[in-house]
């Protein structure tokens, strides 16, 4: 207990003496090592000993999600993910460690591992709109595009979270291009670079889809609206200025 009253006055040093001394006095004292390993995780440069002392409740009570939890953070790579897997599936309702976890997963390029917690933790968390914004993030680093918009159009329909974050709207817009809803997506384009005036890669976005759909937005119109005066007034106009007489 002084260990935790310790460590919660940021005192780092006396609070891993009380846990090493109460370790000394009791050593199969699994409450002294539950603090001491939450104190050294706090510490750079401590991942083996957070690791030892991780491996020793583990070794004990393999469902101490704090032992656990101390763990995946120690870990890098490929360990990290399998450590962040068995966090999920130890503690599927704890919003912030599955946050953690499908940030680890995304950080670490595994949009597919990082759906897969998704699954799992959506069940146990309905109403966290947090967990669906990085479905759509997931789903966008795959490319699944028709997914992709699908969840987007949810989410910019009922999350103001979504549609204020500058980051999901570059990858909505791309989402509805590249699910072929050219007019959509420079509808939405436009409408984000009113909304975020000082992001310029919405900008950029917002340009190179006005220049592609140029070239083909009359050639739709045409197609769509084949009798209709206007359109073909304007193609004689444009063909005329190209020279095509």
């Given at each position: 207990?002084?260990?935790?009253?310790?460590?919660?006055?940021?005192?780092?040093?006396?609070?891993?003496?009380?846990?090493?001394?109460?370790?000394?006095?009791?050593?199969?004292?699994?409450?002294?090592?539950?603090?001491?390993?939450?104190?050294?995780?706090?510490?750079?440069?401590?991942?083996?000993?957070?690791?030892?002392?991780?491996?020793?409740?583990?070794?004990?009570?393999?469902?101490?999600?704090?032992?656990?939890?101390?763990?995946?953070?120690?870990?890098?790579?490929?360990?990290?993910?399998?450590?962040?897997q068995?966090?999920?599936?130890?503690?599927?309702?704890?919003?912030?460690?599955?946050?953690?976890a499908?940030?680890?997963?995304?950080?670490?390029?595994?949009?597919?591992?990082?759906?897969?917690?998704?699954?799992?933790?959506?069940?146990?968390?309905?109403?966290?709109?947090?967990?669906?914004?990085?479905?759509?993030?997931?789903?966008?680093?795959?490319?699944?595009?028709?997914?992709?918009?699908?969840?987007?159009?949810?989410?910019?329909?009922?999350?103001?979270?979504?549609?204020?974050?500058?980051n999901?709207?570059?990858r909505?817009?791309?989402?509805?291009?590249?699910?072929?809803?050219?007019?959509?997506?420079?509808?939405?384009?436009?409408?984000?670079?009113?909304?975020?005036?000082?992001?310029?890669?919405?900008?950029?976005?917002?340009?190179?889809?006005?220049?592609?759909?140029s070239?083909v937005?009359?050639?739709?119109?045409?197609?769509?609206?084949?009798?209709?005066?206007?359109?073909?007034?304007?193609?004689?106009?444009?063909?005329?200025?190209?020279?095509?007489r």
């Amino acid at each position: 207990r002084r260990c935790e009253n310790l460590a919660r006055a940021s005192s780092v040093g006396p609070a891993i003496r009380a846990a090493e001394r109460a370790i000394a006095a009791f050593p199969t004292s699994l409450l002294a090592r539950n603090c001491l390993v939450r104190i050294l995780a706090t510490q750079p440069g401590l991942q083996d000993s957070v690791l030892r002392v991780a491996a020793y409740l583990i070794a004990r009570d393999s469902l101490n999600i704090i032992a656990h939890t101390m763990r995946a953070r120690a870990l890098v790579g490929a360990n990290a993910v399998t450590a962040w897997q068995r966090v999920v599936y130890l503690k599927p309702d704890s919003v912030e460690l599955g946050l953690e976890a499908v940030e680890t997963f995304l950080r670490l390029g595994r949009p597919e591992t990082a759906l897969q917690a998704l699954d799992t933790l959506v069940v146990h968390n309905p109403r966290e709109g947090f967990f669906q914004r990085q479905r759509f993030r997931a789903l966008h680093t795959l490319t699944r595009w028709d997914e992709a918009t699908a969840l987007g159009d949810s989410l910019e329909r009922h999350d103001p979270f979504f549609g204020a974050d500058p980051n999901f709207a570059v990858r909505y817009v791309e989402a509805l291009k590249m699910h072929g809803d050219t007019v959509r997506a420079i509808a939405k384009s436009a409408r984000s670079v009113i909304e975020h005036p000082t992001d310029g890669r919405l900008y950029v976005q917002y340009v190179d889809l006005i220049a592609g759909e140029s070239t083909v937005a009359l050639t739709r119109g045409l197609a769509r609206f084949p009798s209709f005066a206007p359109l073909r007034v304007l193609a004689a106009q444009q063909a005329r200025a190209g020279g095509d007489r």
